[in-house]
């Protein structure tokens, strides 16, 4: 089959400078969150208030979600690469590394999804540009935990890689999730029956291991940080997720990662007094160099220039 070269419009990047702005939220929401809440109370509050929000909307809007087995599997599917297993990482990650360092490692995301793009799809294949891209990806890693690893494994080094495993597990559900564009489901029921089927999953799971109702009530800051991570960080960015998903492909969506940090990065900085290391904004520096290799388009836009001018 013939490779597709799928580009982003305008409007594509409208949603996905939007989406960074949602997401990158999350890890400032996460940061004041386990303050006071467990790592799997906070998932299960967040994709569960998301699901009633969701289910609200599709009920406003005169839909109704699907009764199919094979539409619900792919839901649990999703909702197990793209909500609990990522989630739980990275809220983990946070009680150990600020908001900052976890949104720069969640930036690798789309280094690996090229990697699995190019081996499960038949659209999305490896290029030189692409290959590039994911040694100075890996590089820009490197950078940032590289050190940390060769002191030997500790709490700060488990993080990191927590963290990254959460990278992993979203690229893996941009894979995925593109089996929703020939289930016939619309984004906004794609994104309802995914945090739907996780909330299913993760409240019993947070009950019996966390044991929240133990545990002192928390205060007016925190419930204010979970539901703006379970309605804006949760609700609506996967609508606007599953949008970009079905139009733009995997590798496209998943360069969001990168404009992630420059949100998270802003407000730990500015409200929560997050310090950062100059690996920091080397490895973020080399992601970026990274990401520009996998896109493509500002290497051609450099050479069109240069053409110009000869």
Sequence with gaps: MKAVNRSMGPLEWFLLIALSVLWGGSFFFVEVAVEALGPLTIVALRVGLAAVALNLIVVAMGLRMPINRQ????????GFLNNMVP???????????????????NASTPFFTVIAAHYLTCDEKLTGGRLLGVMLGIAGVAAMVGADALAGINTHTLAQLAVLGAAISYACAGIFGRRFRTLGCSPLVTATGQVTASALVLFPLALVVEQPWGQP???VEVWGAVIGLAL??????????????????????LLVTF???????????AILGEQFEPKHLIGMGLIGLGLAAIDGRPLACLRRKLARSE
Excluded: D, E, K
């Design 217 to 219: 009530l928390p205060g």
């Design 232 to 253: 804006f960080s949760t609700a609506l960015a996967y609508i606007l997720y599953f949008r970009i998903l079905a139009t733009a492909g995997a590798t496209n969506l």
């Design 87 to 105: 989630f739980s990482l990275i809220v983990w990650g946070q009680v150990h590394i600020t908001s900052g360092h976890a949104s720069i490692l």
């Design 71 to 78: 539409v619900w599997t792919a839901f649990l599917g999703m």
């Design 259 to 269: 404009l992630i940090p420059i949100s998270a990065i802003l407000l730990g900085t």
